[in-house]
Structure formats: structure tokens, C-alpha cells
């Protein structure tokens, strides 16, 4: 049976070049950055030549990265960090109804706390709109965050045009940039942001390597408390291989970005224009042209998308439904709800990302192997009964 990975937006695999960096960290080079002995040294070295490799992949300089254990981390850094820095300004903040429960939860918790948060809609594309995002600042708004791009549905956001609305107003602009660092270009100075997270296993580096980037000059409170750690603003001990992993992943995604572009978008618009036509009753989601290169996301009605995905595995097939944070929670994705989606379609998602290892012919076994998986779950749905029935009654 073919073995068929397209669920590279859960997790990408390290290059072999990123796992040969990390080696001698785990044992040669075991010390200390903190340590001021030459095993100390040898490792702090690693981590700021790292640092720099990761400030150069977004325009930032190396003074401007933070090290964290994920994208969910520097999320929560940012959303509580940078919020709780600024409450003497205001107790506002500004996200949009398809952020990452990392961003969503953040801010939930910071309401506890006494501060209010206003949810920016989407369109049906899930494009955040500049306007409404202005509309919904306030003189007490301290803080905005707006994704890059949503790793479900791979829609892009006109991020450097809500920085501009952003700017005027003087609140913090943070952005989730997890789905997008490493895969696409990134230039947080044209950008226009505060501040910017990002994860290394999303772009073929370790997991347990995260970067928050904060623009020089702006205040953060620190997350984690206990040491001194990244200037003081992330405490806890280095990580060095995982941070040498993220330094080379980023330094080669930096290098080879455009060609893996170009492999991922062929494949990705092959399926998305092929799959319609195999299957009735596939929505496309996601902006149809603003959407990341490796993403191909569907709605197929009638059915569930925790089936699907059951039986494609059983097939040799791993895709995801929903984002790899909620895909066992059994619900509608809230990204495609926010995006008006109806709740019953909503359960039928299914998303397809693909990597530098995936080909056409991975595709092509997508496409012969997903109809009969349908069909066969669609004979069991009772909602696809109820429609066939209707279809029969109205031709009477």
C-alpha cells in the first residue's frame, strides 16, 4: 500500500542538514549558555550564530528574537506579555474570529483579568478586512493581533494594510506568523508589526523551537518567571540543539524558499482543481487565489471529516480535519463557522497540505483513492438519504 504524508501543517519533518547541525549538541557541546566556562561558550555561540539565522529569514536583526518551545508559546507570550506591558494605556484588545486558540484562549483568559476583547469577522473567504478592523479600535485599544495566514483554510491576511490602520491608532500589532515563516517571504520591517511569532517545525525544524520577534523598543512582560534567560524576557534553560535545529531549518528555508513554493503550489492547485470534479458536493475553502502554497482545504457535505480521514489512513493517506491543535475534538472548526459556513458542511472538512516530499503522483492516489471512500460514507449518511430524497421529490 502507498504511504502517502499530506498533513504537513501539523508537522514537517527535520532535513537531515537541520538534524546533522543538532548532533553534537546533544553531547559534544552539551553546556550551558549561561555557564561562563569554555563548554558555555561553545554553546552560547551556537545560539546567537541561530539567532541571527532566524532574524535574517523575517528582516528582523538578532537583538529582536525571543527563543520559545513552539508557536503556542510565543502566542501566549505576545497576546499576555505585550497586553499586560501596555495596561496603563488601556485594557482593549483586538483579534480576529479565526485566530489560533493560542491567540483566542490568550485573550480569553486576559478578560478574567479585566480586560475587554473585541472579535474582528471575516468574509467568506476568511480575509480579515482593514476597515472593520479600524472600525473596531478604540482610544483604550492597546492591543491588535491578526494571523498572517490561518493554517486551515491557508487564506492570507492583507497584514501590512491592517498595520497601517493599526499604526494610527498606537496600539501593539502582533501577528501570527506560524503558518506562513519559512514558507513564504516575510519581512516584518514592510510588514509594519510589532511583533511576530513563529515555529520551526512548521518550515522543517525541530519540534520544541518557537521565535517570538519584538520590534526594538517594545515593552513585554515576561511570561515565564526565573531567570535571565533572552534578556530577561524568556526565563528557563536554552534548549541549544532545538535552537541550532530552528537556526539552520530557517536558514535553509530562506535559501530554497521559492522553489519549494513553486513544487507546493503545483500540487496544491492540481488537487484543488481536480477534486470538485471527482466528487459532487466539494467546496473549495479558503481564498481561491490569497491562500498559502501548500494548502488545499474542502468541505464535502453529507459526511463527516474524522471519517474521512479514518479511512483514508486506512488507505495509506494522512490529512487532517480541522487545525492539528482541535482535530480530536470532534467538532466544527470555529474558523470555518466564522467564515459562514454552515455547521453541518463545516463537520465535512478536510485539509491537504503538502510538502517537499510530496509529488503529483501522491495526488493522483488522492484522487483515485478518496471517491469510493465517499461514496461508501455518503451510502451510511442519513443526511445524504434525506437529500437524495428531496432531489427525487422535487423532480415530481
Request: net charge negative; hydrophobic share 40%; glycine share 10%.
Amino acid at each position: 500500500m502507498r504511504e502517502v504524508y499530506l498533513d504537513y501543517v501539523a508537522t514537517t519533518p527535520v532535513l537531515p542538514e537541520v538534524l546533522e547541525a543538532m548532533l553534537p549538541y546533544f553531547r559534544d557541546a552539551y553546556g550551558n549558555v549561561q555557564s561562563l566556562h569554555d563548554w558555555g561558550d561553545k554553546a552560547r555561540e551556537a545560539v546567537e550564530e541561530a539567532r541571527g539565522k532566524v532574524a535574517d529569514l523575517i528582516g528582523g536583526e538578532a537583538e529582536e528574537i525571543i527563543f520559545t518551545a513552539s508557536g503556542t508559546e510565543s502566542n501566549n507570550s505576545a497576546i499576555k506579555g505585550l497586553a499586560m506591558a501596555q495596561q496603563s494605556k488601556g485594557k482593549h484588545i483586538v483579534v480576529s474570529a479565526i485566530e489560533h486558540f493560542s491567540v483566542l484562549h490568550s485573550a480569553k483568559t486576559l478578560e478574567k483579568l479585566g480586560f475587554e476583547v473585541t472579535e474582528v469577522p471575516v468574509d467568506k473567504h476568511g480575509i480579515v478586512d482593514p476597515d472593520k478592523v479600524a472600525r473596531s479600535l478604540r482610544k483604550d485599544t492597546v492591543l491588535v493581533s491578526i494571523t498572517h495566514a490561518n493554517n486551515e483554510v491557508g487564506t492570507i491576511e492583507p497584514i501590512k494594510e491592517i498595520a497601517g490602520v493599526v499604526k494610527e491608532s498606537g496600539a501593539i500589532f502582533h501577528t501570527d506568523a506560524v503558518a506562513t515563516a519559512g514558507t513564504i517571504p516575510i519581512d516584518v520591517r514592510g510588514l509594519g508589526v510589532d511583533a511576530l511569532s513563529l515555529a520551526g517545525n512548521q518550515f522543517y525544524g525541530p519540534k520544541g523551537a518557537g521565535a517570538l520577534w519584538l520590534k526594538k523598543g517594545v515593552r513585554i512582560i515576561p511570561f515565564l518567571d526565573g531567570g535571565v534567560q533572552e534578556e530577561g524576557r524568556r526565563a528557563g534553560t536554552e534548549d541549544v540543539p532545538a535552537i541550532v535545529g530552528l537556526g539552520k531549518a530557517a536558514e535553509l528555508a530562506k535559501t530554497g524558499m521559492g522553489a519549494r513554493a513553486k513544487h507546493l503550489s503545483t500540487l496544491r492547485d492540481r488537487l484543488i482543481a481536480e477534486l470538485p470534479n471527482r466528487i459532487e458536493h466539494v467546496t473549495v475553502t479558503g481564498h481561491p487565489t490569497r491562500r498559502l502554497p501548500g494548502h488545499a482545504s474542502f468541505c464535502v457535505e453529507f459526511i463527516e471529516g474524522e471519517a474521512m480521514l479514518m479511512l483514508l489512513n486506512s488507505q495509506g493517506i494522512a490529512v487532517s480535519s480541522g487545525s492539528a491543535c482541535t482535530s480530536r475534538a470532534l467538532k466544527a472548526s470555529h474558523v470555518l463557522i466564522a467564515m459562514g459556513i454552515p455547521h453541518e458542511i463545516a463537520q465535512g472538512s478536510l485539509l491537504f497540505s503538502f510538502g517537499l516530499d510530496s509529488t503529483v503522483g501522491d495526488v493522483d492516489y488522492v484522487l483515485e483513492t478518496m471517491p469510493p471512500i465517499v461514496d461508501k460514507l455518503r451510502q451510511m449518511s442519513p443526511l445524504y438519504a434525506k437529500f437524495l430524497k428531496e432531489q427525487k421529490g422535487g423532480k415530481k
